[in-house]
C-alpha cells in the first residue's frame, strides 16, 4: 500500500495560517485529517469526500478550511487563525467507498506559539 505524502507543517504564531497538503497514489474516495497533541488521544480534524461533502470538528469550525482535487488526489487544509490549541502532529489519511481507511500519511508537526 503507497502511503500518502503529505507536508506544509511548521512553526507560527498565535492568529498565523498554514496550508497542509495531502497527495495520495491511486484511488481514493474520502480524505481527511486527524490529529494528535502531545498526551493527548488523536481526533478527527477534517473530512472531504468524493462529492466535496465537508465535515469539520466544532473547535476548528470557521477557521479551517478543506478542499481538494479530485483529478491529482489532492486534498488540502488551509488553517486560519491558528491556537495554540492546534500544536499536534497531523496525519492525512484516505478511505475507499465502503469508509475503510486505505492509506496513512507519514505525519506533519504543526505548532502554534503563544
Known amino acids: 500500500q503507497v502511503p500518502l505524502v503529505e507536508s506544509g507543517g511548521g512553526l507560527v504564531q498565535a492568529g498565523g495560517s498554514l496550508r497542509l497538503s495531502c497527495v495520495a497514489s491511486?484511488?481514493?474516495?474520502?480524505m481527511g485529517w486527524y490529529r494528535q497533541a502531545p498526551g493527548k488521544e488523536r481526533e478527527l480534524v477534517a473530512q472531504?469526500?468524493?462529492?466535496?461533502?465537508?465535515t469539520y470538528r466544532d473547535s476548528v469550525k470557521g477557521r479551517f478550511t478543506i478542499s481538494r482535487d479530485n483529478t491529482k488526489n489532492m486534498v488540502y487544509l488551509q488553517m486560519n487563525s491558528l491556537k495554540s490549541e492546534d500544536t499536534a502532529v497531523y496525519y492525512c489519511?484516505?478511505?475507499?467507498?465502503?469508509?475503510?481507511?486505505?492509506?496513512w500519511g507519514q505525519g506533519t508537526q504543526v505548532t502554534v506559539s503563544s
Open positions: 491511486g484511488n481514493v474516495n474520502a
Open positions: 489519511y484516505a478511505k475507499d467507498s465502503g469508509g475503510i481507511f486505505t492509506a
Open positions: 472531504i469526500t468524493s462529492g466535496g461533502s465537508t
